[in-house]
């Protein structure tokens, strides 16, 4: 009776679930505002507000470079990976202009097939998180905080809602270190820089002005584990001196932000597949994990493979490292872990 009604449970979980588990946020562009001017429809309005969603979409997972081979895509071929719109309340305006408010779902499935058709990888960012310490040298002095223009206006130029840069507060921990290496600042290990942030995505960056015609950026980047320095020039042909500054921290924020989604990529083409083993108690049930699972948009589909009185044997497709699927998981309170082999999966 016992395995009747546990096949039963396992019937109902996979029917109501489709075997696909994935959520589209990631693909999901809100708050797109459309000027309404005229007679114009709201069909035409519409199209306007995907267009729009489509590039503010492209922008925020692709790589730079990639964006560009997808210029030519058709309107056409970019409606048809629209799932649904919703059309909000007209935007708050004191002008005569009406301002309409859209979001726009797009498809996971129509979009991963249009990644894989053009050989694109995308990046889905789950620690949004930047640590980020930029460095002023002129004239040969280092200024850290005080006189620091790029420590004070960082997050007042070019605000991004992709990744959030966190500027460590004045500690003469940090003053110190960075006067013991003034000289070899390129090697200096963040770990140590951040102590307090160790485990987080941490940078830094040092803006050097060479002579009165170009700026050096060198930056400092660590992020799951992995060292990157780079280093940028920045003429100053034609700019005033705050404009050259503002030009600097959006050139400081794109790059950051391009390599952040460089260790953060999702090859659609390549998925993995993990074999688990769950174990069903009264504080482990199937229904719960199908719910948590469902809100993993890196999980493609997941299939029964084996069950018995008191375990489901489960396969699961998915896409990108498995390090990032075990760490979306344990947000979802669910521990991956390997014994003798197998690999189990369970509920806190």
Do not use: C
Not at 87 to 114: Q, R
Not at 329 to 348: A, D, M, T, Y
């Amino acid at each position: 009776m016992k395995s009747y009604k546990l096949i039963f449970i396992i019937l109902i979980v996979f029917l109501k679930t489709g075997n696909v588990l994935s959520s589209n946020n990631i693909f999901d562009v809100n708050n797109i505002e459309i000027e309404k001017t005229g007679k114009i429809s709201y069909d035409a309005l519409a199209n306007q507000a995907i267009l729009k969603g489509f590039k503010q979409l492209i922008n925020k997972v692709l790589l730079k470079e990639d964006t560009k081979k997808l210029q030519d895509l058709q309107f056409a071929e970019v409606k048809e990976l629209v799932n649904y719109y919703q059309v909000l309340d007209s935007a708050d305006d004191k002008t005569t202009v009406e301002k309409i408010n859209f979001n726009i779902s797009f498809d996971k499935d129509k979009i991963h097939k249009l990644f894989y058709k053009t050989g694109i990888s995308y990046s889905k960012i789950t620690d949004k998180e930047l640590f980020i310490l930029p460095i002023l040298k002129k004239n040969n002095q280092i200024f850290i905080y005080n006189q620091n223009y790029f420590y004070s206006n960082l997050n007042k130029v070019d605000d991004t809602e992709l990744i959030e840069f966190i500027l460590p507060l004045e500690n003469i921990e940090i003053i110190k270190n960075i006067n013991l290496n003034i000289n070899n600042l390129l090697n200096l290990d963040l770990r140590k820089l951040f102590s307090e942030y160790s485990g987080k995505n941490l940078a830094l960056v040092l803006i050097e002005e060479k002579n009165s015609k170009e700026k050096n950026l060198f930056f400092i980047f660590k992020i799951l584990g992995k060292k990157i320095v780079k280093n940028i020039k920045l003429n100053k042909i034609n700019l005033n001196e705050e404009e050259l500054n503002k030009k600097i921290i959006n050139k400081i924020k794109q790059e950051l932000i391009n390599l952040i989604k460089s260790q953060n990529l999702i090859d659609v083409t390549i998925p993995s597949f993990l074999n688990v083993q769950f174990k069903i108690s009264k504080n482990n049930n199937l229904v719960e994990l199908t719910s948590k699972l469902n809100k993993i948009d890196l999980i493609e589909n997941i299939y029964i493979q084996e069950f018995n009185n008191d375990s489901v044997f489960l396969k699961i497709k998915y896409l990108g490292k498995l390090a990032k699927i075990i760490k979306q998981l344990e947000n979802k309170k669910i521990i991956l872990k390997l014994n003798n082999g197998q690999w189990n999966i369970k509920i806190i």
